[in-house]
């Protein structure tokens, strides 16, 4: 079964940073595309940007463009989110998960496993 694991994140202040890594059980991982979303408090999911199956192809929101990047080691089957300049309304749970596809996708419907999810809290 394929499991995706989620580690870092916490808390940080405004401007500070913060990374987060997601590793998968499987190898067949390096073969797909993998987003990372968030989702706040009363809020739904939503896209932050993901990678495309070898890491040659990235695409962000644009509310993290230019703060936030990802980049992924196959031959670790991992994935990592750098995030800085972080800013309070970056504060949600933050997934990642593997797309059906091996290009980016960045409505949740494309994607078939998650991590468990990843507390992130910004303070100002």
């Known amino acids: 079964q394929v499991q995706l694991v989620q580690s870092g994140g916490g808390l940080a202040q405004a401007g500070g940073s913060l990374r987060l890594s997601c590793v998968c059980s499987?190898?067949?991982?390096?073969?797909?595309?993998v987003g990372w979303f968030r989702q706040a408090p009363g809020k739904e999911r939503e896209f932050v940007g993901g990678?495309?199956?070898?890491?040659?192809?990235?695409k962000y929101a644009d509310t993290v463009k230019g703060r936030f990047t990802i980049s992924r080691d196959n031959a670790k089957n991992m994935v990592s989110l750098q995030m800085n300049s972080l800013k309070p309304e970056d504060t949600a749970v933050y997934y990642c998960?593997?797309?059906?596809?091996?290009?980016?996708?960045?409505?949740?419907?494309?994607?078939?496993?998650w991590g468990q999810g990843t507390q992130v809290t910004v303070s100002s």
């Open positions: 998960g593997r797309a059906r596809t091996i290009s980016i996708i960045n409505n949740t419907g494309a994607y078939d496993y």
């Open positions: 499987e190898r067949s991982f390096s073969s797909f595309a």
């Open positions: 990678i495309n199956w070898s890491g040659g192809s990235t």
